[in-house]
């Protein structure tokens, strides 16, 4: 019996996914089984537009003080770093922009260096649906991953995983522990990877759910196979809020938000070092999006890594150390996450855009829409949308201390702060 219980359904849905870019169905692509996440490059070459899930007006109010063991974990680094010279963090103040804040006294679990993914399309037409993606990620931190949809953040995600259809080509490197993510073959991602050093929250949890299969089953078997235990279904039902009794309950006999439940049920059973959320909390209200990503950052505060994909800000807020806003496949911003959504903010235009359109901020859109992955301009991407658009940005702004931009908010200067 297969160890993953969703896989059949996985091919099915990566096969029609690498049919729209001409790639050969996974049975006829040795050592090239691919992801269901490929239908974002497929979004992102058609373009899209801005999208962000818009929190209730006090669910931000309720973040503030929704993690006291993330400030208490905080007061311990900033001792740490006392000892070493570095000053402390808070408000994000005084701790260089984009560093971890674990970086100077612990070795990354994740090192992803200059990572990018390209499509190739029929007419020799390219997407760069991701390029030069560069962070690094802790045990026992939560980086959020934002960004409008179609930026390429679920296809940096299924790049770590192997999961890239057969016309996806990648660059760079992607280190869990001694381990290269992206030069490891199938064999390696399938047996040792996948569900055992890493686990996934899928974007679309009714294509990794076995459809013939009760839940209850799933979650058995990877139960078994994950952690060697025959009982404990109803435990690992639990922690992701599935009720009970839905677990003999087939995928298509469930809602939206009870399959996102399932998937994630599944996700957390094998207690791997690093976990990989990819809108985890579509299609709950807000009362389990903030019981999910509770769950979650007691997944972290245990000593594992989250990479939380997400265009829920509120959740975002919530649980996250750090933020890593993504625009036209690239980081443009890597920060502190007291600092991002509390003082100083955002320093790059888009990710104070991001903030802005919230109701309970400025509730002002970011004008006009991002550019085509197939068709990016030669300088900086945002430059058309910016307001403080220059001729220097007529070249791509490398990331430095924890921003892609040329004209950057200053958060020491007046001016810069009210632009």
Not at 92 to 115: C, F, H, I, M, Y
Not at 406 to 418: D, E, L, Y
Request: charged share 25%.
């Amino acid at each position: 019996m297969s160890a993953r219980p969703a896989v059949e359904a996985e091919r099915r849905v990566r096969d029609e996914a690498g049919a729209c870019g001409g790639a050969a169905p996974a049975e006829n692509r040795k050592g090239q089984d691919r992801s269901s996440n490929a239908g974002q490059a497929t979004q992102a070459g058609a373009g899209a537009g801005t999208e962000a899930v818009l929190p209730e007006p006090r669910a931000r109010e309720r973040a503030v003080s929704a993690r006291p063991a993330v400030e208490a974990e905080r007061r311990v680094r900033d001792e740490a770093g006392a000892r070493e010279g570095a000053a402390p963090a808070e408000n994000g103040k005084g701790r260089d922009w984009g560093t971890a804040p674990r970086e100077a006294s612990a070795t990354p679990l994740l090192d992803v260096q200059n990572l990018s993914v390209r499509f190739r399309m029929r007419g020799s037409r390219e997407i760069a649906a991701v390029t030069d993606a560069t962070f690094r990620l802790h045990r026992g931190e939560c980086l959020a991953l934002i960004g409008e949809s179609g930026c390429g953040k679920s296809v940096l995600a299924s790049a770590l995983l192997g999961l890239l259809p057969g016309n996806a080509r990648t660059a760079g490197q992607a280190h869990l522990g001694g381990l290269d993510l992206l030069a490891a073959d199938e064999r390696t991602l399938a047996r040792t990877v996948r569900g055992r050093r890493v686990g996934l929250v899928p974007q679309s949890p009714a294509a990794h759910l076995t459809p013939v299969r009760t839940v209850r089953s799933q979650l058995r078997e990877t139960l078994r196979e994950l952690t060697g235990r025959r009982q404990g279904e109803e435990a690992a039902a639990e922690r992701a809020a599935f009720p009970a009794d839905h677990l003999d309950r087939h995928p298509h006999q469930l809602s939206g938000g009870l399959a996102q439940r399932a998937a994630t049920a599944l996700a957390l059973v094998g207690d791997a070092p690093l976990l990989l959320a990819d809108e985890p909390t579509t299609g709950l209200d807000r009362e389990l999006v903030d019981r999910t990503a509770d769950e979650l950052r007691h997944h972290v505060d245990r000593g594992h890594a989250l990479l939380m994909i997400t265009h829920d800000l509120a959740a975002a807020e919530r649980i996250a150390d750090r933020v890593a806003v993504m625009y036209a496949g690239r980081i443009v911003e890597l920060a502190d996450a007291a600092a991002f959504f509390g003082d100083p903010g955002p320093r790059h235009p888009y990710a104070r855009g991001l903030l802005d359109a919230l109701p309970e901020r400025a509730f002002t859109p970011i004008p006009g829409m991002p550019p085509e992955l197939g068709d990016l301009p030669d300088g900086c991407a945002f430059a058309a949308r910016c307001p403080r658009a220059a001729d220097t940005c007529a070249t791509v702004p490398p990331l430095t201390d924890g921003v892609a931009c040329h004209h950057p908010r200053n958060p020491g200067n007046p001016r810069s702060a009210r632009a």
